[in-house]
């Protein structure tokens, strides 16, 4: 074989691998919004990341949820909803103290769904943990099993509930990672409340994609999980723990 | 002779389907919901009727579990359709949802946690 025939051959391989590889495929799918009838795909895993150095001294991001999702208190703390909450640490010798939200920190391996005896509580393939509310029979198992203490269970009746958050009496709720909004490509009302009014201290975003900037930052910079020791590989990290 | 009794036996339950059918003279008068937007359903009406249950009931599991959120059959988008222009609601005497449900004598549970009221600011998304 000539050597001109041999880099006509290697032109012709390349612009065939091009052609093939070019229309409709990415090598990297971009980050962007599902269409309303495509599923929650296993390829993402939406998390947190809360940076409690930069967490300010307010509470917008509890304020933001419960406006979104339009859950209240009713001034009895023990039984109120709590989708959301601020946590106030000290340090006894030292008495350093921060604060930080805590929420369903979204595990993989989440142990209020391990309980579950209706299979109501369960993993969204995107890593959203949720209830489903029409299989919730109000046992509260996965209140007592959750080491965050993030479910809440609804004992008043409720009205006026907000049309993409259905609420009712005798169920277990939780956060929801707002999935309404991820499921329009946004992002949490706490994620939006905190970037714009407060410390700018949380990011949303997919944990697999690595154009996005949660999974640049969880691989370049140090982060935790609560209870790490549970190996329940929370979606939800914290940085400055 | 047995045939001719189930023929009259027939003939006399229409007779009293028609009458009810009529609104006024039947014991329950039938509910006649106002519909507020005529021919603009994602379903012909017969079909509607029998089986606007299953449609919600099979949307309600991808919604939850899938996340797939198509406006076509999904509880909000009937709401935002069927909701009375006066009260903004699809409950209450001549609610769409609620006035058929009295009279059929079925409950449902929907309303205890979904909005029965139309979202400002949403065009119902047509078929």
């Not at chain 1, 990341?49 to 300010?56: M, P, R, S, V």
């Not at chain 2, 006649?32 to 309600?60: D, F, W, Y």
């Amino acid at each position: 074989m000539n050597p001109d025939r041999r880099q006509f051959l290697g032109w012709g391989a390349a612009a065939v691998a091009g052609a093939a590889l070019a229309p409709g495929l990415r090598l990297i799918e971009l980050a962007q919004a599902r269409s309303p009838e495509e599923a929650a795909s296993a390829l993402k895993r939406w998390g947190l990341l809360i940076d409690i150095t930069k967490c300010a001294d307010c509470d917008d991001c509890v304020t933001a949820c419960s406006d979104e999702n339009g859950w209240k208190g009713h001034g009895r703390p023990e039984t109120d909803p709590q989708w959301i909450r601020k946590v106030s640490l000290r340090d006894k010798r030292t008495g350093y103290a921060q604060a930080l939200p805590m929420m369903c920190q979204h595990c993989e391996h989440p142990p209020c769904v391990d309980v579950c005896p209706t299979g109501a509580s369960f993993r969204r393939d995107d890593g959203i943990v949720l209830v489903d509310k029409h299989a919730c029979i109000g046992c509260r198992y996965c209140v007592m099993a959750c080491p965050y203490g993030a479910r809440s269970f609804i004992h008043e009746e409720i009205t006026g509930q907000k049309a993409d958050v259905p609420r009712g009496k005798g169920v277990v709720e939780s956060c929801t990672l707002c999935v309404h909004r991820v499921d329009r490509g946004e992002t949490p009302a706490c994620v939006e409340a905190c970037n714009r009014d407060g410390g700018k201290a949380m990011v949303f975003g997919d944990l697999n994609d690595p154009a996005a900037e949660i999974h640049r930052r969880i691989r370049s910079e140090p982060s935790s999980q609560v209870r790490a020791d549970l190996a329940l590989n929370t979606g939800v990290r914290y940085q400055g723990l | 002779m047995r045939f001719p009794a189930a023929v009259a036996v027939a003939l006399l339950a229409a007779a009293g389907l028609v009458r009810a059918g009529d609104g006024g003279t039947g014991r329950v008068p039938v509910p006649s919901p106002k519909i507020e937007a005529p021919g603009q359903c994602v379903a012909p009406t017969a079909e509607m009727r029998r089986n606007h249950m299953k449609m919600l009931l099979h949307q309600r599991d991808l919604t939850v579990h899938e996340g797939i959120r198509t406006p076509r059959f999904s509880l909000k988008n009937c709401v935002n359709c069927h909701a009375s222009h006066a009260t903004g609601s699809v409950l209450g005497k001549d609610g769409f949802c609620s006035s058929c449900h009295a009279y059929a004598a079925v409950s449902i549970d929907c309303f205890e946690c979904h909005s029965p009221m139309r979202q400002a600011n949403v065009a119902a998304v047509k078929p």
